[in-house]
């Protein structure tokens, strides 16, 4: 994850705490693995969408978006402006991996979805994705939703 710091930097900042590596590149600190030990998976897919400049994934540097989005669908993610490649656009994440990308407008009281899927979509993957729309519709005050894009 980019944090604006160079790897000196970022070394010598957790060298006073008692860091443990859970892979080559990724470190928790001690006093939070018996909580990170006691996660369980998810028991059902869980569908996020990010918002466009989410910072989620503005947070990233181009050599660790592989970590949630395919090598070969970043350029969509993150276009080719900018010093990194771009800002990312809206994201819909399932089980934390990209699955495509979404933009809406307002036409009206009626919210218009578009999206741009990467793969197939399953018909699961359909329904949760209108019932997380239907969410934020309504808490946009929107009286529908329309999908377009699809």
Avoid: C
Wanted: charged share 25%; aromatic share 10%; glycine share 12%.
């Amino acid at each position: 994850m980019w944090v604006g710091v160079t790897e000196e930097q970022a070394r010598a900042a957790i060298s006073g705490h008692e860091m443990i590596p859970v892979t080559d590149r990724y470190f928790l600190h001690a006093r939070d693995i018996v909580e990170f030990g006691a996660l369980k998976k998810p028991t059902k897919d869980v569908l996020d969408l990010l918002t466009q400049w989410d910072y989620y994934t503005m947070g990233y540097a181009p050599d660790g978006r592989e970590r949630y989005v395919d090598s070969g669908v970043q350029g969509q993610v993150y276009g080719s402006l900018g010093a990194t490649r771009g800002n990312a656009s809206g994201v819909i994440l399932l089980n934390g991996l990209a699955q495509g990308l979404w933009r809406s407008r307002f036409k009206g009281q009626k919210m218009v979805a578009s999206l741009n899927m990467f793969g197939k979509r399953t018909r699961k993957l359909r329904e949760q994705m209108e019932t997380q729309y239907n969410k934020l519709s309504t808490l946009l005050g929107a009286r529908s939703v329309e999908f377009g894009g699809v």
